[in-house]
């Protein structure tokens, strides 16, 4: 599979989500949609990204966007992740990977000497008509949802 890049049409899906519902992003046509990429649950990174999102969501909203975060964690993890934080953006459960991989962030990492297959932390903005807007791979968590916002609003 070829790398995704601006301009393409987003891999489509249809995940579980936190609360019992299910996300379809076909259903969010006609919407910019901020998708994360992370690795874990209440990990400390992983919150303050979910954290800062949360603290940004109305101007998302205002802004026209919808955020959604997604990782391989259960809908179970996911509502517990949002009950212990007061965590207002949706979160999606994508345990095969199946999602993560055709948006080209299963990859693979080191740790102390060890290789492994994890989650690169990104991001991907869609516009309205599905497409790409941008992407930010490896993403360093200080900062970044600022820059996803403005980004989000040249997008208009």
Not at 75 to 103: C, M, Q, T, W
Not at 125 to 148: M, N, P, S
């Amino acid at each position: 599979m070829s790398e995704l890049k601006t301009g393409d049409l987003a891999p489509t899906f249809k995940l579980p989500a936190d609360g019992g519902g299910t996300i379809d992003l076909a259903d969010l046509r006609g919407q910019i949609v901020v998708l994360y990429l992370y690795p874990k649950d209440d990990t400390p990174g992983c919150t303050t990204q979910a954290l800062d999102f949360t603290a940004a969501s109305a101007a998302f909203r205002e802004a026209g966007a919808t955020i959604i975060g997604l990782s391989k964690d259960s809908v179970k993890r996911h509502d517990n992740f949002k009950a212990k934080h007061g965590l207002e953006v949706s979160l999606v459960s994508d345990p095969e990977a199946e999602v993560i991989e055709a948006y080209g962030s299963w990859v693979l990492k080191k740790l102390y000497g060890r290789e492994y297959m994890g989650i690169d932390r990104s991001t991907f903005l869609i516009d309205r008509d599905g497409h790409v807007a941008r992407i930010w791979h490896k993403v360093k968590v200080k900062g970044h949802v600022d820059e996803v916002l403005e980004a989000v609003r040249e997008l208009g």
